[in-house]
């Protein structure tokens, strides 16, 4: 019934916002502030566009505006520009939920004050279309709808800048966090593998003894299980691949895993002096890496499944090379690896750990692939 009055109403507009966020609220229930920034957001701009489609018509029509678009009108031209500005929306619209873009309550600050600063422009620009229509200024609708457009993109160049940092803050946050808990974790698993130790050295004895006995009995049986508790006991004894106490206890780890998943497991590797990873980053960046490699290994069917590990250090570099047997290619975009599980955005967070911790210590990191193998290099100089 408006439109059949005059083009634009800030009453009627403000009647519109007021009445949506009632209802919408009443529906939701919950993060009211949040839901209404977003309809204050929508609104607002279908408004500005409608505008901007209105300087862009003024050329068209002249003096005709008034009667063909603004006041007491119903014609096709009008349905025209306000289907624009709708499809405008829509198109932005999705193009936000196919980028999986995840708005939620937590910029609420952000959208509230980007609805004030448009609600200001659309006010300005209710006057300057209603000054420009009834003939109080000069009808100018190239300059007045290029600075609509130069003020909507300058927002939103800066809404997007602002959001895009919020949400590498809180990847990053994520990722310290992610990194301390798998660092943490790792720590505990080596206590308790050393606890676990020495209970075992403990009963060795014991066992031993026991031996003795039953080899004086010569009973079969009992040799025969303890020739299987001996076994369990080699499976704990330590392990000395890199000459990295911590880094070492990683890889056996790993190794048992993929052992248990029927993964064959080489490894070749020379005794490292120095190594200019932490503990923390050795737990991040193998960690990650092995059971990717061990993850690709368990999709395969009905081929061998290995994995080969080796450490070299030639002069001040040290060369690492992990390769694996696979039964697809890797998803990768923009030649960037990107990971096939189900929740990208939570497991992804391994490859990018892994990264940023070469690019901490200015490593060299690549990766191919040969027939049904890949091949991840990674180098890292040791200056000292």
Known sequence: MNRRVAFFSSYVFLTIVVLFCLVVCFIRKKDIVFTCSLICLYCETIAL????????SMPLFGENLL???YMHSSSLWQIFLYVVSRVCTFVVVVWIIKSEGRITEEYTRIFVLIDVILLGVLLRYQKIVVGMVFGVTNMDGINGGGSLLAIL???SIVMVLVL???????EKNFLELHDRMTEQSYQTLLHNVEVNRALVHDVKHRLLLLRKLVEEGNIDKIKLYMDEIE???KELSDREWTGNRFLDFIISQKKQRANEMGIQVTIESEIIPKWILTENEMS?????????AIEACEKIRNRDK???LSFEK????ILIKIVNSIDEQPNTFKGKLISSKKDSRIHGNGLKSVKRIVEKHDGIMDWCIHEREFHMNISFFDND
Do not use: H, R, S
Not at 49 to 56: R, S
Not at 164 to 170: E, F, S, T, W
């Open 49 to 56: 566009i409608d505008f901007l489609m209105v300087f862009l």
């Open 67 to 69: 009667e063909i678009i």
């Open 153 to 155: 993109l300058v927002i």
């Open 164 to 170: 895009k940092n919020q949400v590498m803050q809180k």
């Open 231 to 233: 076994e369990e006991y």
């Open 284 to 292: 991040i960046f193998f960690g990650n890496l092995l059971d990717n």
């Open 306 to 308: 290995w994995l080969a």
């Open 314 to 317: 030639k002069g001040n570099i």
